[in-house]
Every structure is written in C-alpha cells, then in structure tokens.
C-alpha cells in the first residue's frame, strides 16, 4: 500500500468538505486514517483534520490526492530518508537502519518508493538514479552505496491479520500444543494445500532428518507423488540418512524394523559414497542406484530439490550447497514465489528459512520440541501455526487427507 | 443607504474566451450593451442607494463587471486574484480606486486565486464561497480568517454557472434563490443547512442568468426571463425590476456581476 498524509484546515465540518474528501477517498478504493482531528468551538473557529490516505498503487494515490487537493487538501509536509554511504565493503555506516519482514517504503526525494525484496535483518541500499530502494546483507554491501540510517522518512507496513476467517491460518493462531488434539487442524491445512494447488501457488517443505528416521518419509513421499510439493529445502544430514534408508533400510544404521543398529555409522557413509560415485542424486536415480525414498520421489516428480550443507558434514551429497552466504543466496532465491511453507522437524533450517520468508506467505512449523516451535512461530506471528508433536503422527494424516485415500500402512 | 461601484461599458466586447458563454464569433453589440448598462445604471440610481463609477480602461473589457473586482467588507477591500490573465490587468485599478476611496486594501496571498464578490456572498453572517472554476477553496480559509466570519466552501460543478453570483443570491430575509445542480450534492447539503428558505429556479430561468439579482433591501434587480422566479419573489414581498441584459449574458455575467457593493455588508463582531 502506497500513503501519503493530508491536512485539511478551514470549516470543513460547515461545509461538509471533510465528509466529501472521506467519501472520494473510499469511492476511489483508497483508503484513510484519521490522525488527528480538531474542530472549532465557536462559530467561525476553524478546524483541522490529519488523514493518511492509502491506495493499492502509486499512481492510484497520485491521482487521488490531485483530486483532493481541489477540495483545500494540503499534503503534510513529509521528510526524505537520510542516507549515508557504507565505509567499506561488506560494512554499513553507523546507525543503519535495520529492515524488518515488513513491506518498507523509504521517501527518497519527495517521493515514496517500496524496499524490494521484503528481507529480515538486513539494511536498506537507495539508488536515487533508478528510484529503487533495496534490502542489502552485509555481503550485498560496497563501499560507497547510499543506505538509509536512522527511522526518519521510513515507513513499515505490517501484515493485516484479516478480518474474514477464510482459512486455517485465520481461525487457528499460534501453537497447537503436544496435548491438544490435531486432527481437525490438520483437515483444515489440508483442504488450505488444495486450495494451494488449484491456484497454482508454490508449496516448500523444509525437512529435517527426523522425517526419515521416524519412518515417516513414505508419507511424505505420498505428498510429493500426490504433487503437494514443489520444492524441498533440506540439509545434508537428510539427504544422507534417505539415500542410507533408501540402500540400506537403514538410517544412522539404525533399522526401521529391527530397532536396532546393524553396521552402526558405516552405511551412512557407503551411501553418501554411491550417490557421490553415481554423479549426484540425479544421476543416482537415472542409473538405479536410488531406486526409492524421498529424494528418488522429488527427482521423479520434478521437485525442486535445495540442499545447503553445514559446518558438521562429513562429506556432501553432490549439489548441496557448502558456502554458507552462498547457501543463503540460493534459499532466498528458491523461496522468492512461496506462498505455504511447511517446516518440518528441523530447528536450524526451519529458522533460516522462516528468517527469509515474506510477511506474507503461510507457514506451518511441526517439532517435537517447543522452544523450536515458538521460535518459528514468531517470526512470522499473523501467518502461521505451530504444533507440537513427533513428525510422523502429523504427516501421516496429512498424507491421509491429501494423497489418494491410501490406508495406512 | 446601499453604496454600488459599476463600470461604464466603454471598452466591454468579446475579446476572448474564458467561459462557455463566450465565443469571439458571437459579438457583443456594442450600442445595445451601452443601452442595458444605462438602463441597469438608472434603475439602481433611483433605488435607495448612491452609485459610483470607475473609469474603465481599454483593453480591459470585463472590467465592466465589478462584482469581480474584489469584497469589501466594513472598511476593508480584498481585492480579487483573477485566475485568467486576461483579467488579472483589471486588479491594480480597482484597488487603487478602493484604496483612494478610502478603504483599507487587504491582500490575499498571490498564489490563492479568488474572484472577488463573484465568488463570495453572504447570507446573514455566513460567507457562501463557490469554488473550482475561478476561485480556490484555500482563498475562502483565508478571507475566513481576515473576516473572523464562517465561510462556507461550496463546490460549481457545471462551467455555464462558474461563479457563485451566477446561481446563488441571497435575501435579506434570511433565505435566497438558487439553481441547486450548478453545486455538487455536498454543496447542495451544506447551503441548506445553513439557509432554510430557499427558492429553487428552474433550469430554463436559471440558463437566463436570473440567480444574478442585486438585491437592495425589499428591491431586486435581475435579468429578464424569469416569470416563476419574479412570481415567487413577488408573492414574498419584494419589487422585482426585470432588465434586457443579453449583451452582457453574452460575456456570461448580467446585473449582479456589473455590480459591487461596498460594502456588502457591515464588518462581523
């Protein structure tokens, strides 16, 4: 939403131009904010009143408030941005404004231009030539670029929570905890993913290693095969421990069967070993090396798989991202078009991913621990639902509702 | 006694086009126009009030029309900020000829336009202020506040009646005449509730200027063509004078424009 705060001043209220500029406002589709009004005691005292005016689209706005500047309206006046340049490369000068996930405008010669992408923890770069105001990491940064520095002439635009109970996501708010029933919940999200899908809007799952180690990969494989997803975000320790399930039936040797470890690490590290042998998990596939799991159901339905690799890898699958900065630029490039994110059993990832999500787009964080619920939870506080409970029990009934009626196994 | 400034018609033609009564195609005449004048010029002479002249100056045809000159007030003369510059020439001489008459000449700020006693009329102690075409709503906060007077800003929303004076006359009883769709419904609202006799005119009279009266006391003068409008003026008691104006219609002004009052009214307490 573009603003811009009005003043008007004179007897408004006799001549009924404040009801007349309220009314062009809305009958525009625009919409106002009384901030402050004071009306005259006596006869010819004059009154004042403060509007913010807001509208869908800059010029929208331009044209409305040139319409209303024919009725005596007075654009208050507003303050640009001030901005200062970055010392040094990788460094922001002192003061630096700290973006939120909020839409953010910033007022760069007396006009307000929108802060693109939408990014937590970052500063904000202004390039007077283009118009454009950008959200920059500390890697993002060179020397010399103009950033905004102190709160003057910024303007933050919190996410609305709405006021039609549409979805899951509006009538269920916060966490669900481990003693509270989930069923009814997880209907509800599940008609939400159909919607999803119908719209052709991007699901992402974020899968932690407890999926497959709980045996609860064979549901999710039912919700990729049932195409409820459309890219998987992933560490290496996933990825391993489903290509050691899918060679080995095992996971950090441990059996889903026997309950009990056969071989200890090593299959873990015999499995890393043949999809780095095949060429990949692509390439594995291809060749029949992986011939079931999660990965081999992302390959075979075209999910965009993203791994990114951590400090504790012993040795990546191929195609993982290693590079911690560069790991952060691919998952905000593949986040970029996700409306529904589904984070599931993985506190790292799921807080990294959380971090880098749009105000906008809908999340639903699953753990079995509940500081790393709460913690998810936060940052995205209108757009979310948290529950606590075991991975497997959530997914299977999710797979239950979505993937065709197939019994439970 | 009512005091009247007129300008004498010397100069007055269709020179340009500034309104969607004017065409330079469509001449005024200039021996019928000398004629109207004088007639209006007689007629408000043997009314109770004192006429007085402004020497016209060429190329300044519309300087005929002094309603457009400025609003006096008591002692104070707010001389006009024509938004056209065919116009603007006239401003000098009309407050140099206020000023060596003796009133007090308060200036709005340039930017504001406002045209005068065109745009601005009252009604008891409310000062009815027409916008849009002419004059500024911001010049009507202004002459509010150098007035200490309730200004009621209300928006013309059809160019034939482009100025106030052009379809909205007070009465001294309280009440006025008026065609309500040259206002816009906020317009319409805001005038009845502050006047609660009104008497609408209808569209074809309204076409022949009659919103455009001076009214002295129980005396009106206004433009001929208003049979229902004089009847019902006439029923409340007043004298209805009817006067040939279509040279000056013409221009779109008639009686009311080529007439200023000075004051309009006594300064507000």
Request: net charge negative; charged share 25%.
């Amino acid at each position: 939403m573009f603003s811009e705060t009005i003043e008007l001043r004179g007897h408004i209220i006799d001549s009924l131009i404040l009801p007349k500029v309220l009314d062009q406002i809305l009958t525009h589709g625009a919409n106002f904010k009384i901030g402050e009004i004071k009306i005259g005691q006596k006869r010819a005292d004059q009154s004042f009143a403060r509007i913010e005016v807001s509208a869908q689209t800059s010029d929208a706005l331009d044209d409305l408030i040139l319409r209303l500047r024919q009725h005596g309206a007075e654009v208050a006046e507003r303050r640009d941005a001030q901005l200062a340049p970055a010392p040094a490369d990788g460094v922001f000068p002192p003061e630096f404004y700290v973006m939120t996930n909020q839409q953010t405008f910033v007022r760069v010669d007396g006009k307000e231009i929108e802060v693109r992408p939408t990014m937590m923890d970052t500063a904000i770069a202004v390039d007077r030539k283009k118009r454009a105001a950008r959200a920059v990491k500390f890697f993002d940064v060179r020397k010399g670029d103009e950033i905004v520095v102190g709160h003057q002439g910024v303007r933050v635009v919190p996410v609305q929570r709405a006021t039609s109970r549409t979805d899951v996501f509006q009538f269920i708010n916060t966490i669900v905890d481990a003693d509270e029933p989930k069923s009814a919940i997880i209907r509800e999200l599940a008609e939400e993913l159909r919607r999803v899908r119908k719209a052709k809007s991007k699901i992402a799952v974020v899968a932690g290693p407890a999926i497959v180690r709980t045996g609860a990969g064979q549901h999710l494989v039912r919700l990729i095969e049932a195409g409820y997803v459309d890219r998987l975000f992933a560490g290496n320790p996933f990825a391993s421990y489903d290509v050691e399930r899918a060679l080995f039936g095992t996971s950090l040797g441990i059996s889903l069967d026997l309950a009990f470890a056969r071989g200890g690490r090593e299959n873990l590290m015999r499995a890393v070993n043949a999809i780095r042998a095949a060429g990949g998990i692509v390439a594995a596939v291809e060749k029949n090396v992986l011939t079931n799991g999660i990965l081999h159901a992302c390959v075979r339905n075209n999910v965009d798989i993203v791994l990114v690799g951590s400090i504790r890898d012993e040795g990546s699958i191929p195609g993982a991202t290693t590079d911690a900065i560069e790991g952060q630029k691919v998952l905000r490039e593949k986040l970029a078009d996700v409306t529904h994110a589904l984070l599931l059993a993985t506190i790292r990832h799921s807080l990294a991913v959380a971090s880098m999500l749009a105000p906008t787009v809908k999340i639903v964080c699953v753990d079995i621990d509940a500081s790393a619920v709460e913690r998810v939870v936060e940052q995205q506080p209108l757009q979310s639902i948290g529950m606590i409970t075991d991975v497997e029990p959530f997914l299977l009934e999710l797979a239950d509702c979505l993937a065709d009626s197939r019994s439970r196994e | 006694m009512r005091e009247l400034l007129l300008c004498p018609p010397d100069y007055y033609g269709i020179e340009y086009e500034i309104n969607p009564w004017m065409s330079v195609a469509r001449a005024a005449d200039t021996p019928a126009a000398q004629e109207q004048w004088q007639h209006l010029h007689a007629t408000l002479s043997q009314l109770n009030c004192k006429v007085h002249l402004i020497a016209p100056q060429p190329r300044l045809p519309d300087m005929v029309f002094t309603a457009n000159a400025g609003l006096t007030v008591g002692r104070k003369f707010i001389p006009s900020n024509f938004r056209h510059k065919e116009r603007a020439g006239e401003q000098p001489f009309f407050a140099k000829w206020m000023e060596q008459h003796g009133y007090e000449v308060n200036w709005l700020p340039e930017k504001l336009y406002f045209e005068g006693e065109g745009d601005a009329l009252f009604g008891g102690d409310v000062l009815f202020c027409g916008y849009k075409f002419r004059s500024d709503i911001q010049s009507h906060r202004a002459l509010a506040e150098m007035l200490g007077s309730l200004a009621v800003s209300v928006e013309l929303v059809d160019p034939r009646f482009y100025h106030l004076d052009t379809c909205f006359c007070p009465l001294p009883d309280g009440g006025a005449f008026w065609f309500p769709d040259a206002f816009d419904e906020y317009g319409q609202r805001a005038i009845r509730e502050h006047l609660t006799d009104l008497i609408d005119v209808a569209p074809e009279e309204a076409m022949h200027f009659s919103c455009n009266a001076v009214v002295i006391e129980e005396d009106i003068v206004l433009p001929q063509g208003a049979p229902q409008l004089v009847n019902k003026l006439q029923e409340r008691g007043y004298r209805c004078y009817q006067l040939p104006m279509t040279e000056f219609i013409k221009a779109g002004g008639a009686c009311k424009c080529l007439t200023m009052f000075m004051p309009q009214r006594q300064a507000l307490e």
